[in-house]
């Protein structure tokens, strides 16, 4: 089947830097990428979400950019905070409402 | 705000037990989704549903079986647990659009099975 994969297992940022999390995904056909976070002990949180017919689109302090041409999406993180360390997860949507996830980015932001 | 809860966030079975995990939502969504997640390998789907009676097949459903007999309920039934099915158990929600919409989680069942 489709899938949706992460470049880094492990992003170590120091704190007050920007972040950059690398999502790759194959299934060209996907509507729309959904960025998550999950603290421990915690479900996913929603974060930002993307359709396929646009390139950027920015919330608070993150910005998530769809590249098409080569599959990749990502998500950036301005300003790096404590409370940001967590796991963030990547997914791909269709049309039905579902969501394939890739295995997740664990976020450690160092002071 | 979304609002999805799951009826316990620990659980402790023996291999066999029938086990039922409830979650339920407060936003009239339409979509609701039953995932595990495990280590390494993500959430995986295990069933779904886009209304009420309705129940679809996930990429992992052997083992489970599903049950929505009212839209805001969700119901996941392991009909005889054994030790592969310890994980941790998400249920989402969303709204049904034409282009799919956001999912949004409950906090999430850590399921043991001894």
């Known amino acids: 089947g489709e899938s949706v994969g992460l470049h880094l297992p492990t992003l170590s940022v120091q704190e007050g830097d920007n972040s950059i999390i690398n999502c790759a995904y194959s299934?060209?056909?996907?509507?729309?990428f959904i960025w998550y976070k999950q603290e421990s002990g915690k479900g996913p949180q929603f974060i930002i979400d993307?359709?396929?017919?646009?390139d950027k689109r920015q919330g608070q302090r993150v910005t998530v950019l769809l590249n098409k041409t080569v599959k990749h999406l990502s998500l950036q993180i301005a300003a790096t905070q404590p409370g940001d360390s967590a796991v963030y997860f990547c997914?791909?949507?269709?049309?039905?409402?579902?969501?394939?996830f890739g295995a997740g980015t664990q976020v450690v932001v160092t002071p | 705000d979304v609002k999805v809860t799951q009826s316990s966030r620990y659980l402790v079975k023996r291999t066999g037990e029938k086990v039922f995990l409830e979650c339920v939502q407060d936003?009239?969504?339409?979509?609701m989704f039953w995932y595990r997640q495990d280590p390494g390998l993500g959430l995986r789907l295990i069933y779904f549903s886009y209304d009420v009676k309705m129940k679809e097949k996930g990429d992992i459903p052997e083992g489970y079986s599903v049950s929505r007999e009212k839209k805001e309920r969700f119901s996941l039934i392991l009909e005889s647990a054994s030790t592969n099915q310890t994980s941790m158990y998400l249920c989402?929600?969303?709204?049904?659009?034409?282009?799919?919409?956001?999912?949004?989680f409950g906090p999430g069942t850590r399921l043991t099975v001894l």
């Open positions: 997914a791909e949507g269709d049309s039905w409402g579902k969501l394939q």
């Open positions: 299934n060209s056909a996907s509507d729309y």
């Open positions: 989402a929600s969303s709204k049904q659009g034409a282009n799919g919409d956001t999912q949004y």
């Open positions: 993307i359709r396929s017919n646009m």
């Open positions: 936003m009239d969504h339409e979509n």
